[in-house]
């Protein structure tokens, strides 16, 4: 069955830190794109990095510097280290592979806050 499953998510304290991980199945893993996408309440869902089968990462501005992407292609799974955890970094995560196919996951709660 082809799906991404999400893991890691949780409530941290401002300044703290938290790591996603996404499980991937059913796909040749190191042909995909992954993604890591959040979306908060009321807003659009946001790209903040994506990383290439050769391990390129690209962050979006909001997450530069504070976070990082990883993958593993012989575990199929990429990685979310999020550091300096802010209140504004609230939302769900989404993982996502695109490749022959576009697949998401369900998404993980990250809740930063005192």
């Known amino acids: 069955q082809v799906q991404l499953v999400e893991s890691g998510g949780g409530l941290v304290q401002p300044g703290g830190s938290l790591r996603l991980s996404c499980a991937a199945y059913g796909i040749v893993f190191r042909n995909y794109i992954m993604h890591w996408y959040r979306q908060s309440p009321g807003k659009d869902r946001d790209l903040i990095a994506h990383?290439?089968?050769?391990?390129?990462?690209i962050y979006g501005d909001s997450v530069k510097g504070r976070f990082a992407i990883s993958r593993d292609n012989t575990r199929k799974s990429v990685d979310l280290q999020m550091n300096a955890l802010k209140p504004e970094d609230t939302a769900v995560y989404y993982c996502?592979?695109?490749?022959?196919?576009?697949?998401w996951g369900q998404g993980t709660q990250v809740i930063v806050s005192s």
């Open positions: 990383i290439d089968g050769a391990g390129n990462p």
């Open positions: 996502r592979a695109l490749g022959s196919r576009d697949i």
